[in-house]
């Protein structure tokens, strides 16, 4: 489940007021919280995230437990988070509604090409490489699936 | 030899564990996603539905039809499904869950990341998202890695004007804002045996403000009591001799009245340091400071005199509220000047009854300061409701008077 693209950087303590703000909780309509993500901190980066990796600060994703940050990025088209470490609610919010996250402490360069890998935890930015902390199988068989209610729907 | 998350967990740290959860619950806001993933995964019935709670919190009433149409469809199906409910103006759901629900010794689940509020019962409680919340509603269990625990040991006894929400301001900034990140906090030491259960709740409330999964009183003489008026007759939990990854002594006679400075709830001055700073707004309420006690230590302060400064003010509860407006806190907090709102979250976060306006600051008894949380280019203080009181009256940041 190899992810690519150009980095996004982004600072520590990221929180999930910054990544969508509460006044656009109350939707089902998944496309508002894409549109209005990270929203606050620059309006203008919504547009920008398509394809992208977020390579962020540490504890990315802390506060509120809103799962709509999680589904934001990756109706945005993030396709994977990188940080030395998230809030625990959104690492488990972005496992559980298909969102890559690697725990990894790497230098993050504004648009320089990113691979990684969840599965195997190899993360490489140009010629360097680095390792981030494995997830579970389980936590893999939930991400490959799309997410939980996925996960849950092949279960049965 | 245990902590008291490995004692409930039933497994020593870092080990992954499948658990029954003895109580779920959900607000308005998480139940609306939870209640879609639960249609999606199509898992049939909800395992467990006499411990599966709905309790409308955080928009109510309904602030416009987009809001109101969600809430019914989660009404109607917690209505259709029989689940123990609470609608608008029963209160906050945390502070529901501790009038008489939350035991000792029970695991407890809330889409909600201030579920941790419950830990002050001795009661392993966390916050999940929606859809981890949605396989528990079909599962009755989920999985959760037993964490690391930070003891945090309390000495001596808070000195008047300093309070519970100035002593959980301090440990927050002591550790940080991710310092506990996927461990939990135990709060020890002969300080505890002093505090409340409105101040323990208060401490446990802030513990996710640090990245902790869970803040847990061991339950004592206190909580029993607590408990008893609500019918039920429990045990204390004894403490192990264990050993703690971390440890953080705090002396509490050393407690001052505190601010966190937005936009972060770690960093924290002396009250004296910012007073006169000029305010906009003061909030009082939320599932950190929105008791009755708290309500009462604001009301003595304000009563017979008038707010400077718009001052809303939100029960936890309508047990709260109830409570108030028996022993006349109700009647002091009106003629004082302040606005009553609806027992729930008021605009703690942002999206309804008291939204900033650019440029304005608001001094809160919450828990977060968020840049732009309550509103855009709105600028939020946290401190106790003693200093909100105080502050209130003078129209901008104040030190609250030792009480005579």
Known sequence: ?156 | MTTLSERILGAPAGSYVDCSVDRCYVHDGTGVLTLDAYKAMQAGRIARKDQTYVLFDHIVPANNSVTAGLQAELRRFAREQGLPFTDIGEGICHQVMGEGIALPGEIIVGADSHTCTLGAFGAFATGVGATDMAAIWADGGTWFRVPETIGIFFSGSLKEPAEAKDLALTYVSRLSMDGATYKALEFLGDGVQALSMDSRMTLANLAVETGAKAGLFYADRTTCSYLRDFGHSVSPQIPDETSYQQSLEIDMSDIIPVVAVPPRVDTIRPVEALEGLPLDQVFVGTCTNGRYSDLERFARIVRGKKVRVRTLVAPASRRVLARASVTGVLSWLVEAGCTILPPGCGPCLGAHQGVLGEGEVCLSTANRNFRNRMGVGGEIYLASPATAAASALAGALAVPEVPR
């Not at chain 1, 509120?64 to 919010?93: K, T």
Request: hydrophobic share 45%.
């Open chain 1, 1 to 156: 489940m190899k992810v690519e693209g150009p980095a996004v950087c982004l600072g520590a303590d990221i929180d999930t007021d910054i990544i969508i703000a509460g006044r656009y909780l109350r939707t089902k309509d998944r496309s508002v919280w894409a549109t209005h993500v990270f929203e606050d901190m620059d309006p203008a980066l919504a547009l920008r995230l398509r394809g992208t990796v977020i390579v962020a600060g540490k504890n990315f994703g802390c506060g509120s437990s809103r799962e709509q940050a999680a589904i934001a990025l990756r109706e945005a088209g993030v396709r994977c988070v990188i940080a030395p470490s998230f809030a625990r609610i959104f690492f488990r919010n972005a496992i559980n509604t298909g969102l890559p996250v690697m725990e990894c402490e790497c230098p993050c360069m504004e648009g320089k090409e990113v691979v990684a890998d969840p599965a195997s935890g190899r993360i490489e930015i140009g010629d360097q490489v680095f390792f981030a902390r494995p997830l579970s199988p389980r936590m893999l068989e939930i991400l490959s699936a799309g997410g939980l209610v996925e996960y849950w729907r092949k279960k049965r």
